[in-house]
């Protein structure tokens, strides 16, 4: 029967048996009964307090909740497509527990905003799982840059070697970019931490709640301030999924670049067994196949944002049943980047570095041209003649197999008579390198200051 429902007293047909199980939720939403339970003690706390329920109405739904926890966490609950959501499966469960006194725990309040408080706590808790992720991935690359100080490789634009760079240089410019996503998932926490809870089904209620008692009971910052938009408010998951895909844009460059790394082509580094696999036909194969799936990974991060991003562009306020379809991705990406930076972190703390083979590599491709460029509008040339200069010096060296730390003094002064014999002191790697000392340069000591200072600013924040 209808009735059989929580909220069957209007109907008089039971529903179709497909509807039920096509609008029920319980299958994924079930992962939030830690958060539901949570805020409905929260919730029976403050109802005890302003003398809406009694207190020893409220120990003894608090009791059965705590009661209902231990049992799904021991195993021994049995979740209902019937009863649709975790929401109605708890209560039915508390109801069954303790009788009808566990009805009483609904007063002043709505799945609605019921909700939207246990996704907003759930999503609390992961972006804080979240930031250790990309802690411990930060503190990998860190790691490897302070090991790699010396290690020369070919910096690229457009994928040619354009000038050298110090392999630590290298991943600090990711270290960078993950320190951005952190400060992004840090933005997403400060504004989805105000509780809806208290907007009821979209108006308020009636009931002289104490909103303020319950943000302070689940550790909110506040309460938010229209009861319409909070129960009708995804923004912050949006705002999530936004940040979860920049993150994952930044494990994929990096992921395309290991991959390119690990080639034979390349051989700058040795990923560890552990995050490679086999061929089944070609037994000299070390596949690598962890950054390949992250960087496969990326698009249904991506995908979920459109997701999120299309199913509220046009809905009327308040709820609107189109929004249990927000879980769904955004726990997609919520276990997609956690998982992604966590065998991240792992597989770059255990990267091996071929530093003898980049430092080859860096040395092709005429990587110190500039540094003659540069050389020659010391010595006062205007830099577009300079720019000249060096260009056909290259031609130079290409028509005669030769690199331009290999031209003799002479074959240099045939393109301009201010190189001297100096020359050679700036086209090695290491005057290459070492002379791009401004803050953000690749010189070795200002690579060790960004180590020094990304230390101290990680340690501040502890």
Known sequence: MAQDKLWGGRFNQPTNKFVEEFTASIDFDQRMYRYDIQGSIAHCRMLAKQAIISSAEADQIVAGLEGILADIEAGNFSFSVALEDIHMNIEARLIERIGAVGGKLHTARSRNDQV??????????????????????QTALLAQ???????IMPGYTHLQTAQPVLFAHH?????????????????VHKRLNFLPLGAGALAGTTFP????????????????????????????????????????????????????WSSADFAFIDLSDAFCTGSSIMPQKKNPDVPELVRGKTGRVYGNLICLLTLMKALPL???????????????????????????????????????????AAARG??????????????????????????????????????????????????????????YQYVTLEASVNARKATGGTAREAVVREITRARSERQATK
């Open 116 to 137: 939207a408080v246990d996704v907003r706590l759930y999503l609390r808790d992961e972006l804080k799982a979240i930031l250790d992720y990309l802690d411990a991935l």
């Open 318 to 360: 308040a709820y609107n049943k189109d929004m249990q379809e927000d879980k769904e991705p955004l726990f997609d990406s919520i276990d997609t980047v956690k998982g992604s930076l966590k065998i991240f972190a792992d597989m770059i703390a255990q990267m091996s570095v071929r530093a003898a083979n980049m430092r080859v």
């Open 209 to 260: 709640i104490d909103r303020e008692f319950v943000a302070q009971q689940l550790g909110f910052d506040g309460v938010t301030r229209n009861s319409l938009d909070s129960v009708s408010d995804r923004d912050f998951a949006i705002e999530f999924c936004a940040a979860a895909s920049i993150v994952m844009m930044h494990l994929s460059r990096l992921a395309e670049e290991l991959v390119l």
């Open 171 to 187: 991943m600090l410019a990711y270290y960078e970019m993950f320190k951005r996503d952190a400060g992004r998932m840090r933005d």
């Open 145 to 151: 840059a302070d090991a790699n100080l010396d290690t």
């Open 366 to 423: 005429f990587s110190t041209a500039t540094d003659v460029a540069d050389y020659c509008v010391r010595k006062g040339l205007p830099f577009r003649q300079a720019h000249e200069v060096v260009g056909k010096t290259v031609r130079y060296c290409i028509e005669n197999n030769k690199d331009i730390p290999e031209l003799t003094l002479d074959e240099f002064r045939a393109f301009s008579e201010l190189i001297e014999a100096d020359i």
